[in-house]
C-alpha cells in the first residue's frame, strides 16, 4: 500500500523560505513521477512541480519557476521542494501526489499526501 505524508509546512514572513518533505512508503513502478500541488481557500488545486524519482527532469508551474526547487532522494524514498523567497499569495495547503506519467495534471495523479499548511505573512 502507497502512502505519502508530507511534512515541513509553517509560517513564514514574506521573502523567507521552507522545505517540504514528502515520505514514501510502499513505493512502486505506479509512483515514478512526484508532484507537487497547492490549494489555496476557495481555490482550485494547482500544480506546482513535477520531478521523475531519477532527477532525470523537472516541471514547474509558472507561478514558482525560479523560486521552487523540487528534488527527490531515492535512498530516503522522500521528495522535497525548497521555497524561496516566499509571497503571501503561496500560502495555501501543499500536498505532494504520485502517478505513473509526467504531468502537470492532478487528475491523474494515483497518490496523494493528507497535506500540509504553508502561511506567508506580509
Known amino acids: 500500500q502507497v502512502q505519502l505524508?508530507?511534512?515541513?509546512?509553517?509560517?513564514?514572513?514574506?521573502?523567507g523560505s521552507l522545505r517540504l518533505s514528502c515520505a514514501f512508503s510502499g513505493r512502486t513502478a505506479s509512483t515514478a513521477f512526484v508532484g507537487w500541488f497547492r490549494q489555496a481557500p476557495g481555490k482550485e488545486r494547482?500544480?506546482?512541480?513535477s520531478i521523475t524519482w531519477r532527477n532525470e527532469y523537472a516541471s514547474y508551474g509558472d507561478p514558482v519557476r525560479g523560486r521552487f526547487t523540487i528534488s527527490t532522494e531515492t535512498a530516503q524514498n522522500t521528495a522535497y521542494l525548497q521555497?524561496?523567497?516566499?509571497r503571501p499569495e503561496d500560502t495555501a495547503v501543499y500536498y505532494c501526489a504520485a502517478a505513473t506519467i509526467f504531468t502537470q495534471s492532478p487528475a491523474l495523479y494515483n497518490?496523494?499526501?493528507?497535506?500540509t499548511q504553508v502561511t506567508v505573512s506580509s
Do not use: D
Not at 111 to 115: I, L, P, R, V
Open 46 to 49: 494547482e500544480f506546482v512541480a
Open 5 to 15: 505524508v508530507e511534512s515541513g509546512g509553517g509560517f513564514v514572513q514574506a521573502g
Open 83 to 86: 521555497m524561496n523567497s516566499l
Open 111 to 115: 497518490y496523494w499526501g493528507q497535506g
